[in-house]
C-alpha cells in the first residue's frame, strides 16, 4: 500500500507559465515533507522542504503547500523554466523533528514537461 | 569529488553471478542509504545504515547483502539475483542530528543501473 501517491505520472507546462505538481499520502504521522528533482542520468537532488507545523514554504520561484487535514501537499514553480523539466518526487517521513534517521517514504514521481 | 559516488554506473549480470555495488561518500555525513527504484515504482528504501551501524532492513532478500565498513563507505554485494531485481540502485548519505531536528534532506549519488540476465 503506497503512503505517499503522485496520481499524474506526467505533466506539460508552457514557459513561463507556473507548474503545480500534487501529492498525496495517507500517514497522518507524518510530520516532514520533501521534494526531490531528478535529471536523466543523475540521482535525486533536493529541492524544497516543509514540517508539518507550517502550511506554506518559499524559495524563489518555488513554494511547496501543505494541506495536512486533506493530507495533500503540492509544490508550485513558477515562473517555470525549460530547465525545469525533470521528474518530480515527493518524499515524507516520521520524526522529522527531531527523528534519528532520515527514513524517507517516496511517490513514483511525476515528469514534467516545460515547452519553450 | 562530487558529493556521493557510485560504481560502475552500469552492470550486466547473469543470474548466478556474484557482484558488488561501490558507494563512497565525501561530505562526512554519518548516515548511508541503499535505494531500489524500479520502473513506475517509488523509491523503496532497502537499507539504513547510521554510524556504520544497519538500523534498518526493509524485509530484503538475503540475496542482497550490505556492508558498512566506515561512514563514508557502502557496499551492496549481490548474489544469485533474479531478473526482476533488474533496476536503479541510488546510494545517499545524509547527517544524522542525534540532538534532534534535522534537514530530512538525503544527497544522492547517480545511481548504478543493474541488468539481470
Known amino acids: 500500500d503506497q503512503q505517499v501517491k503522485q496520481n499524474s505520472p506526467s505533466l506539460s507546462v508552457q514557459e513561463g507559465r507556473i507548474s503545480i505538481l500534487n501529492c498525496d499520502y495517507t500517514n497522518s504521522m507524518f510530520d516532514y515533507f520533501l521534494w526531490y528533482k531528478k535529471y536523466p542520468a543523475e540521482g535525486p537532488t533536493f529541492l524544497i522542504s516543509?514540517?508539518?507545523?507550517?502550511d506554506k514554504n518559499e524559495d524563489g520561484r518555488f513554494t511547496v503547500f501543505l494541506n495536512k487535514s486533506a493530507k495533500h501537499l503540492s509544490l508550485h514553480i513558477v515562473p517555470s523554466q525549460p530547465g525545469d523539466s525533470a521528474v518530480y518526487f515527493c518524499?515524507?517521513?516520521?520524526?522529522?523533528?527531531?527523528?534519528?534517521?532520515?527514513?524517507?517514504?517516496f511517490g513514483t514521481g511525476t515528469l514534467l514537461a516545460v515547452q519553450p | 569529488e562530487t558529493g556521493v559516488t557510485q560504481t560502475p554506473r552500469h552492470l550486466v549480470m547473469g543470474m548466478t553471478n556474484k557482484k558488488s555495488l561501490k558507494c563512497e561518500q565525501h561530505?562526512?555525513?554519518?548516515?548511508m542509504y541503499w535505494y531500489k527504484q524500479s520502473a513506475k515504482k517509488p523509491l523503496e528504501l532497502m537499507f539504513v545504515?547510521?554510524?556504520?551501524?544497519?538500523?534498518e532492513n526493509n524485509s530484503v532478500p538475503s540475496r542482497f547483502s550490505p556492508e558498512c565498513p566506515n561512514s563514508s563507505h557502502l557496499f551492496l554485494h549481490l548474489h544469485t539475483l533474479q531478473p526482476e531485481d533488474s533496476a536503479l540502485y541510488l546510494c545517499?548519505?545524509?547527517?544524522?542530528?542525534?540532538?534532534?531536528?534535522?534537514?530530512?534532506?538525503?544527497?544522492f549519488g547517480e545511481g548504478s543501473r543493474l541488468t539481470v540476465l
Open positions: 545517499a548519505s545524509s547527517q544524522m542530528r542525534l540532538a534532534g531536528g534535522y534537514t530530512g534532506e538525503l544527497f
Open positions: 561530505l562526512g555525513h554519518n548516515a
Open positions: 516543509i514540517s508539518s507545523i507550517k
Open positions: 518524499a515524507a517521513s516520521v520524526g522529522g523533528l527531531g527523528g534519528a534517521t532520515n527514513k524517507l517514504i
Open positions: 545504515y547510521s554510524l556504520e551501524e544497519r538500523v
